[in-house]
């Protein structure tokens, strides 16, 4: 059975409480930028659990440089300590670029006014990796009951920002679906954030597919948005017609309801991506390593 992205995030969220391309120039007079293409590793989440090294090894064949990890626990990515694991990456020729790992409520000390020892760790582990970014891909229940709890966690957000600034990388918030159904005094939770995240500090991975869920469209959320999104989750969704809660589930790039290609190309011309993380979490007639096999062919026949 297929394990969710909103329930497997859910029990990491629990268990952390417990325990290259340079295309031309799209505007005139800025000067070009690197695009990283890259994949998120919970696309190849069985995999990586039974061979890591294995599994990192053929997404290195098959041509990718960047990864994003989805598996932090007990301060160990994929049961490495960082400064193994970092080496297993450098031998292969990968780059992490990002990593997610949920931020709770209980990483934040209210009486000390500061993060506890557990979330710094992790700080200083994205740091061993030479991770660019360090992305929290879900926001608790709990910590948006309210809007006054809600604007309560949005300055901890920024506070981790500044956090990852000072070890020279970018805090991120990665969206799912609740962002664009929930409402707060009125207004969409997404676009609360929006208002809040101080974006010298704090970046929004938009995830194109997951908003679907949520009732939103993608093109629709970057044009009301231009500029902000230097970080990106590629995903194209289809009719789920199977089980599960999602009305809308992953498939390979430019397959899907998405415009995937018309929406990277509007966030590469006005939403100031740079880094564009491709996601896949179902599959279809093909196994995960083909599906991401083919999405990394549809991005490069895209131009990226």
């Not at 301060?75 to 990968?94: M, N, R, S, T």
């Not at 970046?203 to 869920?213: A, K, M, R, T």
Request: net charge neutral; charged share 25%; aromatic share 10%.
């Amino acid at each position: 059975m297929k394990t969710s992205r909103r329930t497997f995030l859910k029990a990491g969220a629990m268990a952390a409480i417990g325990a290259a391309i340079l295309p031309n120039t799209l505007l005139a007079g800025v000067a070009p930028k690197k695009r990283i293409v890259g994949l998120q590793l919970y696309s190849v989440r069985d995999d990586m659990g039974k061979d890591p090294v294995g599994t990192l090894t053929k997404l290195a064949k098959m041509g990718y440089v960047y990864v994003e990890h989805a598996n932090y626990v007990n301060a160990k990515f994929y049961g490495y300590p960082a400064v193994e694991f970092k080496k297993i990456l450098d031998g292969l020729g990968l780059k992490m670029v990002s990593g997610h790992t949920v931020m709770g409520k209980d990483h934040w000390d209210d009486a000390k006014k500061d993060f506890t020892d557990s979330w710094k760790r992790t700080i200083d582990d994205a740091a061993v990796l030479q991770q660019k970014y360090v992305v929290s891909p879900f926001m608790d229940e709990s910590m948006r009951k309210t809007y006054d709890d809600f604007m309560r966690y949005m300055d901890v957000f920024n506070k981790c920002g500044t956090l990852c600034q000072k070890a020279g990388m970018k805090f991120g918030y990665h969206n799912h679906d609740f962002e664009f159904s929930q409402k707060l005094n009125g207004e969409k939770v997404f676009d609360l954030m929006m208002k809040s995240f101080d974006p010298t500090k704090v970046v929004v991975q938009l995830d194109i597919g997951n908003l679907y869920n949520g009732g939103a469209i993608a093109l629709d959320v970057v044009k009301q948005f231009p500029g902000r999104f230097e970080l990106i989750h590629a995903k194209d969704e289809i009719a789920n017609t199977g089980k599960g809660e999602e009305k809308y589930i992953s498939c390979v790039l430019g397959k899907g309801i998405v415009k995937a290609q018309e929406v990277i190309d509007l966030l590469v011309k006005t939403g100031g991506t740079t880094c564009m993380i491709i996601e896949q979490e179902s599959y279809q007639d093909k196994t995960p390593v083909e599906s991401v096999n083919e999405d990394l062919e549809v991005m490069k026949k895209w131009g990226y």
